[in-house]
T-cell receptor
Framework: ETGVTQSPTHLIKTRGQQVTLRCSSQSGHNTVSWYQQALGQGPQFIFQYYREEENGRGNFPPRFSGLQFPNYSSELNVNALELDDSALYLC?????????????FGPGTRLTVL | GIQVEQSPPDLILQEGANSTLRCNFSDSVNNLQWFHQNPWGQLINLFYIPSGTKQNGRLSATTVATERYSLLYISSSQTTDSGVYFCAVGANTNAGKSTFGDGTTLTVKP
C-alpha cells in the first residue's frame, strides 16, 4: 500500500510568482486536505476536497486554490506569492465515511518565498 | 470555530520517565487524532481516538468527549520520542475542517 506522496520536497520562489504543489493520496482514499504550517506553529487548514468538490475552506484568501482529480490526487495552487507564504505545506488523505475521517499525512513541501 | 489548547507547551524529561500531554477543545468533535512530528516535518499518526482509550506499546491515549479533553501518555520515554506532539480535532458541523493545537515540544535527555 503506497502512502501519501507530495512533490516537490523543496521549492524556492520570488514574490509575485505562482506555484503548484502536488499530492498523491493513499490508495482507497477519497478525500484530500491541505494545510499550511509556519515555523513553530501547528498546521492551519487551507481546504479539503471530497470526491473532486471543495468540502470546507479555512481562513485563506482566494489566491489559494485547489483541484482534486478523478484518481483523487490533488493540486494546491498559490498565486501572487507573498513572503508570508513561506511555510511547510502538508497534504493529508483520508477515507471519509460519515463521521469517520482519519487523516494520513505526506512528507510536505517546504516553500520559501524570497 | 473550535479552539484547541495543548499543554504543556514544552516538556523536558530524562530517559525512562513518564509523561502526560493534554489536549482541551472547546466544542463537540467527531474526530480526534494525535500526531508526532519528526524533525523532518513528517506527521506520524499515533492515535485516532474521538472517544475512549487506546494503547500502542508505550503510548496510550484517552479521550473524554463529554468533558472535551484528551490525554496522551508516554511511558518509559526514549530519546527517539523527542519532537512535537499535536492534537487535531474535527466536527461534521465544520465541513471537513481539522483544527490543530499549537503542540507540545518534548525533549527526552539521555
Amino acid at each position: 500500500e503506497t502512502g501519501v506522496t507530495q512533490s516537490p520536497t523543496h521549492l524556492i520562489k520570488t514574490r509575485g510568482q505562482q506555484v503548484t504543489l502536488r499530492c498523491s493520496s493513499q490508495s482507497g482514499h477519497n478525500t484530500v486536505s491541505w494545510y499550511q504550517q509556519a515555523l513553530g506553529q501547528g498546521p492551519q487548514f487551507i481546504f479539503q476536497y471530497y470526491r473532486e468538490e471543495e468540502n470546507g475552506r479555512g481562513n485563506f484568501p482566494p489566491r489559494f486554490s485547489g483541484l482534486q482529480f478523478p484518481n483523487y490526487s490533488s493540486e494546491l495552487n498559490v498565486n501572487a506569492l507573498e513572503l508570508d507564504d513561506s511555510a511547510l505545506y502538508l497534504c493529508a488523505s483520508s477515507f471519509k465515511s460519515g463521521a469517520y475521517n482519519e487523516q494520513f499525512f505526506g512528507p510536505g513541501t517546504r516553500l520559501t518565498v524570497l | 470555530g473550535i479552539q484547541v489548547e495543548q499543554s504543556p507547551p514544552d516538556l523536558i524529561l530524562q530517559e525512562g520517565a513518564n509523561s502526560t500531554l493534554r489536549c482541551n477543545f472547546s466544542d463537540s468533535v467527531n474526530n480526534l487524532q494525535w500526531f508526532h512530528q519528526n524533525p523532518w516535518g513528517q506527521l506520524i499518526n499515533l492515535f485516532y481516538i474521538p472517544s475512549g482509550t487506546k494503547q500502542n506499546g508505550r503510548l496510550s491515549a484517552t479521550t473524554v468527549a463529554t468533558e472535551r479533553y484528551s490525554l496522551l501518555y508516554i511511558s518509559s520515554s526514549q530519546t527517539t520520542d523527542s519532537g512535537v506532539y499535536f492534537c487535531a480535532v474535527g466536527a461534521n458541523t465544520n465541513a471537513g475542517k481539522s483544527t490543530f493545537g499549537d503542540g507540545t515540544t518534548l525533549t527526552v535527555k539521555p
